[in-house]
């Protein structure tokens, strides 16, 4: 192989990189392992005969999509046995591209946790990467036909798990700020303005830090446990904390006095605080220690 071959390569590896990690961070609900995916993907088309590849970015994405659903199998496994809620891990999206910008909210991540693998690539492929059929067919080793099933599958169940757009990262960073602020020092009449009726609070410690290990359902048990976390934090706000936007929401990173990295995230509908992530898992959130400086 040349090195002109090489570059050219390697360019065409590059211009899809923003896309293939979209679809492999959809895919997986890791940052982690969807930068994981794309090395191995990079090694593989190291190997591929470009001479004959008439599309780079569709045949990078079939190699991607693979690698993923191979990843699937084995995280479905892991998911059986981890403690407490699983949220997918937070990606910045302050500067993300527009194929990240789309829709990474956390409730779309979660609802293409409930489905499986297939029908979550095809879904992925065709309804969010505008792929044709034939080639959702090409990179799932399926007749056009079944993916088409798949895909209307994928789509019903999302619908129904997801049925609102995510809000607006934009309009809620003041009361994302009032938020941190009033958990932290036990302010519970803000808290009471700021949250809806029928709010949810899910965190995710993955075993390795504290957490809740169910969901929290309902103003009135999530301020009693607001209460109780600010109690222990001597009503204080931590020293490092930023807003920042996680998945398309507003959100804060903070590190308390334990040493432990957190990312909160707020769903926020007319005004009101409707989901609440936590996530404190340090696998994580590991790589969101940058945006403390």
């Known amino acids: 192989m040349t090195a002109q071959t090489k570059d050219t390569g390697t360019d065409a590896f590059l211009t899809a990189r923003p896309r293939l990690f979209a679809a492999a961070y959809r895919m997986l609900g890791s940052v982690t392992d969807a930068e994981d995916i794309l090395q191995d993907a990079y090694l593989r088309w190291q190997s591929a005969p470009k001479g004959e590849v008439l599309d780079p970015t569709g045949y990078l994405m079939r190699i991607t999509t693979r690698l993923c659903l191979d990843q699937l199998k084995s995280a479905r496994k892991q998911r059986e046995t981890y403690p407490g809620e699983w949220l997918p891990e937070p990606v910045l999206t302050d500067d993300a591209t527009d194929q990240l910008d789309h829709d990474v909210s956390v409730a779309l991540l979660l609802a293409l946790d409930a489905l499986s693998p297939l029908e979550r690539a095809a879904f992925l492929l065709h309804d969010i990467f505008d792929s044709s059929y034939s080639d959702v067919a090409s990179a799932l080793n399926r007749s056009p036909e079944a993916c088409r099933q798949l895909a209307t599958r994928a789509r019903r169940k999302v619908q129904a798990l997801r049925p609102e757009a995510p809000s607006r990262p934009d309009q809620g960073e003041a009361l994302t700020e009032a938020f941190f602020r009033a958990s932290k020092t036990g302010d519970m009449t803000t808290l009471t303005r700021l949250l809806s009726e029928d709010v949810q609070l899910i965190s995710d410690g993955g075993g390795k830090a504290m957490a809740a290990l169910n969901p929290i359902y309902g103003r009135d048990k999530v301020l009693r446990l607001l209460a109780g976390l600010a109690r222990k934090a ?60």
């Open 234 to 293: 001597h009503h204080t706000t931590p020293d490092h904390w930023r807003l920042c936007q996680l998945n398309g929401l507003p959100a804060i990173v903070s590190r308390g006095e334990d040493g432990i990295l957190q990312a909160t995230s707020l769903d926020i509908r007319a005004g009101r605080i409707t989901r609440i992530y936590v996530t404190r898992n340090p696998d994580k959130t590991r790589h969101l220690a940058s945006v403390l400086g």
